[in-house]
């Protein structure tokens, strides 16, 4: 195996962690603020003193942040794979399967993970864990139909490249904070659209609420996908080092892609909350409404939206968590044709 250190992804990765440590830092003062804030309407009430009030505001502040990283350690595979059903699987049960992660495994000099399988047509492929001796991989029923056994190779030593670089525990740590933003997002909405509040006060702090998860769920989207861009290429010459056939994995790359843009719209709505992880992007699937026509005869846009259509289209190429599929099968092409 012609292993190389991925010295580019390594450095994303080195400035993504310490940008998560600037998102992180900003999100304990927000909370700072809201819990000296509450600390100081009970120290008024008369439950303690007064004087107490900005210490136990960066107490319950510190012991949120520290429960949270507990939590994400402990259950990060959960928090991950919370939307989608996945079983773990025996030898016996998917035989050919095990053989060939195995054989991968050590072949990429690697502990052989743990491997779950997932009852769905979408063609999944992700590794999940904090290390190399924790990881879990997950493969849909989807792609172990869709496949010949040697492309479902060239997947798992893509998933076992992930591994190796060690950039599935980054990716997991960036995506907490887009999981608990868009968590305390739903329920701001909810009191936004609460109307038993007679003085207004709760739908106010549901609006203030939602503002500050959403410019938190902003950036950990945008830390999530520039990482989440580069590490797929990187896997795919990963992968190439593993096995040492570009052809293989373009050919299964194509077929993957092809069959989640043919996918329903549930299977991707499903697929959405592993879609940075998945070897095969989904957002090109995506079923999203359009707006609402108007005019007489229901035919006529809103200005609103022909004027935002350049902006959306930028967010959504900012957002992308995968490179253009295409880009990746000419890459391994073009590595097909140095190796001849």
């Known amino acids: 195996m012609n ?26 003062g927000v909370l700072f603020g809201v819990f000296s804030y509450l600390a100081a309407f009970f120290a008024a009430n008369g439950y303690f003193p007064p004087s107490l009030a900005e210490t136990m505001g960066a107490a319950a502040a510190v012991v949120f942040v520290a ?30 399967l095990h053989r060939i992660v195995s054989r991968t495994a ?21 590794t999940v ?19 010949t056994e040697d492309e479902l190779g060239a997947v798992v030593a ?6 190796k670089n060690r950039d599935v525990a980054v990716m997991m740590a960036l995506s907490l904070p887009t999981v608990i933003a868009n968590a305390i997002m739903e329920r701001a909405e909810r009191a936004m659209n609460n109307g038993e509040s007679s003085n207004g006060f709760g739908p106010l702090v549901g609006v203030v609420v939602f503002a500050v998860a959403g410019a938190f769920w902003s950036l950990g989207r945008v830390l999530l996908s520039l990482l989440s861009r580069y590490r797929e290429v990187a896997a795919d010459r990963g992968a190439v080092a593993i096995t040492g056939s570009p052809a293989t994995l373009a050919s299964a790359l194509s077929t993957l892609d092809e069959t989640s843009v043919s996918l329903p719209s549930e299977d991707v709505r499903s697929s959405a909350s592993v879609a940075a992880f998945s070897i095969v992007p989904f957002e090109a699937a995506e079923t999203a409404d359009g707006p609402v026509m108007l005019g007489p005869e229901g035919d006529r846009t809103p200005y609103l939206y022909n004027r935002t259509e350049r902006f959306r289209e930028f967010a959504a190429h900012v957002l992308r968590t995968h490179p253009d599929t295409d880009d990746r099968i000419e890459r391994l092409r073009a590595l097909q044709r140095a190796i001849r």
């Open 3 to 28: 292993w190389r250190a991925e010295w580019k992804l390594r450095a994303r990765m080195a400035l993504a962690t310490v940008a998560l440590g600037v998102v992180a830092a900003a999100f304990a």
């Open 67 to 96: 429960g949270i990283v507990a939590v994400e350690w402990v259950f990060g595979d959960t928090l991950v794979l919370r939307h989608v059903n996945v079983r773990g699987t025996t030898p016996e049960r998917y035989p050919d």
């Open 106 to 126: 050590q072949q990429a000099d690697l502990p052989v993970p743990t491997v779950s399988v997932i009852e769905t047509a979408a063609p999944h492929a992700f």
């Open 129 to 147: 864990g904090y290390t190399q001796t924790g990881a879990t991989m997950v493969v849909s029923t989807g792609l172990l139909d869709g496949l």
């Open 158 to 163: 893509h998933e076992l490249a992930h591994v």
